[in-house]
């Protein structure tokens, strides 16, 4: 009599991988087709995730290495570590391209990585991989084996067909290891066939080594990678409590640009935000760094145009990783906030610890800029959430005495901020940098309070990207343009319709009179304007003109 119960059990099992099977399909291709840009800078994390969440496992540090190698009669990216081996669970998870884990970044599970799904990003090497490793069997034997993915068709048959024989290699995996066992315990080989390929590794791995001073802030487990002939290592350094420098040690030699990061938590989670420093001084965060690390990094949150750098295991992305959680499911919605908003109160606490330290360019913890309306059209919830952060970050930073002068550190109200803009608003006129530099020496022989010299750009730039902010109406900054000193001098210089002796025109600026006939005419005359014709539709020459006019009616000029 046939088994009717077995025929249902190979139903399912045909059923479960036929599904499995249009799942890795389906995500390659969009990988591959939809986002490939994404997908060539983010396969090293996925690799390095499951290397971290092997060492979790074992309680041990991890080394990776990545190399390409040519011995085999072609080239091939092959990436290695020694976390710990997989376990039975996991080799499943690769295998039919789905997590293994009840819940992703579960921190009861203390995982980070998803070991089926992402996994699939890596292809973007070639659709065919050979895995080798050592896997733990559930009574706690070691067993080296290897198998081979291949995924290069889009015939579900054919990638059952590829799954069975994983299973069969597994199967004649006999070979066992000791429980010393300390050497590599996975390895990933993929053949570079063509251009693109070769692209997409360069890319990764260029990616990898641009963002390897946060990999190892964020991951204490990871403590080496080498990249061909380089080897990456790292030292920290504590500050005070929950304050520490981390830098970068290449081939020996520490870097130069370092990682300055404040640590909290969120329940029982740790929590870390930082920014780049080096010398003494907060260095500009780049572009094209991104701002949210669930301790590897989210492809595409470098689009939030905040200053400094968030990590956090508990925080909840989307599943294609390039955003956090912040619409649907009110349970993740609200994780996500309440570790957002303590990581900004963070973020407040390093800012009170770089002034207290007298650390220098402050400005650099400042730049905060306007969400792009588009964003904010294409995902209100997500990007309206940012929007009203910045404009509160921005808020509070005008308590601060983040200014640098020549005296003493200031509040930004307290402070004039130079434009290179002829006038306030949008036209396209502006001070070149020489003309600038003289505006700025003007201002200060003027007695205006200004931050120090080499950073006045910096200033200026920064506090019109405040006044674009969503609570721009509410600050109170005092921009100063070539417009606004010629009113100045107008205003100093006419009462009641009559000109006004130098004396006190002077006066009102809190100068001498013999000083500011000096520094005005040196100014408009002996630098700016070489050659006035070109400035005749602009306020510059208009100010020139205004002064020759007050001198005519003899106000001392």
């Known amino acids: 009599m046939r088994d009717f119960g077995a025929d249902v059990k190979n139903s399912a099992l045909d059923h479960m991988q036929r599904t499995a099977a249009n799942e890795i399909i389906k995500k390659i291709k969009n ?16 690799l390095i995730q499951n290397a971290i969440d092997a060492a979790v496992k074992t309680n041990r540090q991890v080394r990776i290495e990545i190399e390409v190698n040519n011995e085999l009669g072609s080239k091939f990216q092959v990436f290695r570590h020694d976390g710990g081996p997989f376990l039975d ?27 089926g799904r992402g996994f699939l990003v890596s292809h973007v090497l070639n659709r065919k991989v050979q895995i080798s490793g050592i896997g733990e069997d559930k009574e706690g034997m070691k067993h080296k084996f290897t198998i081979v993915l291949d995924r290069t068709s889009d015939d579900d048959n054919e990638i059952i067909d590829g799954i069975n024989k994983c299973f069969d290699s597994l199967s004649r995996s006999t070979s066992t290891v000791e429980d010393t066992y300390n050497k590599w315990f996975a390895e990933y080989m993929y053949e570079l066939k063509d251009d693109r390929a070769m692209e997409a590794a360069n890319t990764g791995v260029a990616t990898l080594e641009q963002l390897i001073l946060f990999l190892f802030s964020f991951n204490e487990r990871l403590t080496e990678i080498r990249i061909g002939d380089k080897l990456f290592t790292k030292a920290i350094k504590d500050l005070r409590p929950n304050l520490s420098l981390v830098s970068v040690i290449l081939n020996g030699k520490q870097l130069e640009t370092e990682f300055l990061m404040r640590s909290g938590t969120e329940g029982s989670e740790k929590l870390e935000v930082g920014v780049l420093f080096r010398d003494g001084a907060i260095l500009t965060m780049p572009h094209d760094i991104p701002r949210l690390f669930i301790s590897m990094p989210l492809i595409g949150s470098e689009k939030i145009p905040i200053p400094f750098i968030i990590s956090s295991t508990a925080l909840v992305p989307q599943e294609e990783r390039e955003i956090l959680s912040l619409a649907g499911n009110e349970n993740e919605v609200k994780k996500n906030i309440d570790i957002l908003e303590e990581a900004i109160a963070l973020f407040y606490e390093l800012v009170d610890s770089c002034i207290h330290k007298g650390y220098k360019q402050l400005v650099n913890l400042c730049k905060f800029q306007k969400v792009p309306e588009q964003y904010i059209e294409d995902k209100p919830q997500y990007w309206g959430f940012w929007q009203e952060k910045i404009g509160l970050c921005v808020k509070m930073i005008q308590t ?38 003289c505006f700025y020496d003007l201002l200060k022989q003027l007695g205006k309070k200004l931050p120090v010299a080499t950073l006045a750009q910096d200033w200026q730039r920064v506090t019109r990207a405040w006044k674009e902010t969503a609570i721009g109406e509410e600050i109170s900054l005092h921009l100063y343009s070539l417009e606004t000193l010629r009113d100045e001098i107008e205003n100093a210089s006419i009462k009641d319709n009559h000109f006004q002796s130098l004396d006190t025109v002077a006066r009102g600026f809190g100068i001498e009179p013999t000083q500011l006939k000096r520094v005005l005419v040196e100014f408009f005359k002996g630098k700016v304007l070489k050659q006035p014709p070109k400035y005749e539709r602009m306020v510059a020459w208009r100010i020139y003109r205004n002064a020759q006019d007050v001198k005519t009616q003899r106000v001392g000029l």
């Open 31 to 46: 990988w591959l087709s939809v986002d490939p840009d994404k997908a060539i800078r983010r396969w090293p994390f996925e």
């Open 89 to 115: 669970k996991e080799v499943c998870g690769v295998i039919y391209g789905g997590s293994t884990k009840r819940e992703a970044f579960a921190p009861e599970a203390e995982y980070i990585g998803r070991f």
């Open 400 to 437: 601060k005495m983040i200014v640098e002068t020549d005296i003493n550190p200031c509040k930004p109200s307290a402070v004039v901020f130079p434009t290179p803009k002829i006038q306030l608003n949008e036209t396209p006129d502006c001070l070149n940098t020489e003309e600038f530099e």
